[in-house]
């Protein structure tokens, strides 16, 4: 009879003392939760138990119990190794002595000698006797944690817990349901279903177990809710877990500076209907007239999606210090990722894809990109070449004339294909206008007309020269 990972795991878990519990560098809020709940569910069970968080608990978390247990990095814990290197030299024998202020140490070689270069220090994280690794798609993205500890992870067995349908399957055992909603989720299964462990289950570990799924879910309004999710969150709060505690500082406490960040990726918000896409941007510019920083921004390039109906992407372009990281999201579970890493390179995310450009700020990339990201689409909808970006701001903001950057060698002269060209039929597609009612809208699926053809209400000035030849001869001018 095979043994389902869930069983192996949980027998690795019962055999184990010292457990380190980590997540990726780049922390998101559903492996934070399966953090602080793996901590708090191992505790119980008698284990010693290391949990690193390499950022520290992002601020709306630490409402969360045993935010104040973890550690950024493993520190000083374990032993001072010296290592010296025999790939030239074989040693002979080795022995010590200990003096009031010192303890040296002897090598002989058999043959040659040893020198300096040969040897090396590192401080030993300890013995583990189990690693958990929580929402990560491989270990590189650990970081530095395992960048310094690469002993621990080669020698160490691996549990590997996700839903990321990225994940690479690097553990010895691997706890991997891309059909899941989050590694809260699949987490909160693995305790429920083994009895010796269900009973350790309360209102405090389910807290948190629901915290990791209402914000990988985004409180159930994304696509990836689904009936499991749904019942694993009522039979949570059956538990005792605290939604209205939950709601209250993962969505609803937001500072003045994020608050201000969030006005600034807004007024800069943009939408082209006919390409499925809406973007923004937030510049160094911006941080400093919010008086905010990146890390202020917290996770609005999901809720994009929710502010523009019948989009496909979200893209939002945040400027650091020396970098730009582009935030791709998209509600659409048929659109390949893979696909999108293939052209821009980056890591798969949940619903999405992150793109980081060194030493280039925003004016140098989004022109580059939205050209790409056009052509993309204009593949994966069947739209004609001779279609431009269709740009239809949300509030009027001045032009920026993007740099060329090393996203593709392309020769054109971008500013050239986001003139206003004519779609191919009017009318087009446009996002809700504030005269469409959605009595209006289920008049016209009744009526067999084609989604995606309601009128936009427009005045034209004929005296506006920005406004296009092809928008003047086919709609109505002021007046008439």
Not at 263 to 289: C, M, Y
Not at 309 to 318: E, G, K, M, P, T
Not at 364 to 392: A, C, H, T, W, Y
């Amino acid at each position: 009879m095979e043994i389902s990972p869930k069983d192996q795991a949980a027998a690795f878990i019962r055999r184990a003392n010292k457990i380190l519990c980590v997540t990726q560098e780049k922390t998101q809020g559903d492996g934070i939760c399966s953090l602080l709940a793996a901590q708090m569910f191992l505790t119980r069970l008698g284990k010693e138990v290391f949990t690193i968080v390499p950022h520290g608990i992002e601020k709306p978390f630490k409402f969360l119990p045993g935010s104040d247990n973890t550690q950024t990095d493993l520190g000083d814990n374990g032993d001072f190794v010296i290592s010296i290197s025999t790939k030239s030299t074989e040693v002979e024998r080795v022995k010590y002595t200990i003096e009031d202020e010192s303890v040296d140490i002897l090598v002989t070689p058999k043959t040659g000698h040893f020198s300096s270069s040969d040897v090396n220090f590192r401080q030993s994280a300890g013995n583990f006797d189990l690693v958990l690794v929580f929402d990560s798609p491989n270990l590189e993205s650990l970081g530095f944690l395992f960048e310094n500890h690469v002993e621990i992870f080669s020698t160490v067995p691996i549990i590997n817990v996700s839903a990321n349908p990225a994940n690479e399957y690097f553990g010895k055992i691997n706890i991997v349901e891309p059909q899941k909603s989050s590694t809260s989720e699949i987490l909160f299964d693995f305790i429920r279903e083994n009895d010796s462990f269900a009973s350790l289950l309360d209102e405090k570990l389910a807290t948190i177990l629901l915290s990791g799924i209402i914000e990988s879910t985004g409180s159930f309004l994304e696509n990836s809710t689904t009936a499991h999710s749904l019942e694993a969150a009522s039979r949570l709060q059956n538990l005792g877990a605290n939604q209205s505690d939950i709601i209250e500082n993962i969505f609803k406490k937001k500072s003045l500076k994020t608050l201000k960040s969030w006005g600034r990726v807004l007024g800069n918000l943009q939408v082209d209907p006919v390409h499925k896409i809406t973007w923004s941007n937030v510049s160094k510019a911006d941080f400093e007239i919010s008086e905010s920083v990146p890390e202020d921004i917290e996770n609005i390039s999901g809720n994009l999606l929710r502010f523009v109906q019948n989009i496909d992407l979200a893209v939002l372009l945040i400027e650091y210090p020396e970098r730009t990281v582009i935030q791709m999201r998209s509600a659409n579970l048929g659109l390949n990722f893979a696909e999108l890493r293939a052209i821009f390179g980056g890591e798969i995310v949940k619903n999405g894809l992150n793109i980081e450009v060194p030493k280039k700020n925003v004016a140098e990339i989004e022109g580059d990109f939205l050209r790409l990201l056009l052509k993309f689409q204009k593949k994966r909808l069947g739209i004609s070449e001779d279609i431009g970006l269709q740009k239809v701001e949300l509030m009027p903001k001045e032009e920026v004339s993007p740099k060329q950057t090393n996203f593709a060698q392309v020769s054109e002269d971008f500013s050239k294909s986001v003139k206003p060209t004519p779609p191919s039929q009017i009318p087009f597609i446009a996002p809700f206008q504030p005269h469409e009612s959605v009595e209006k809208v289920e008049k016209e699926k009744n009526e067999n007309i084609p989604p995606g053809t309601r009128s936009a209400e427009v005045m034209i000035d004929p005296n506006n020269s920005e406004i296009p030849d092809w928008l003047k001869k086919n709609l109505p001018k002021m007046g008439e």
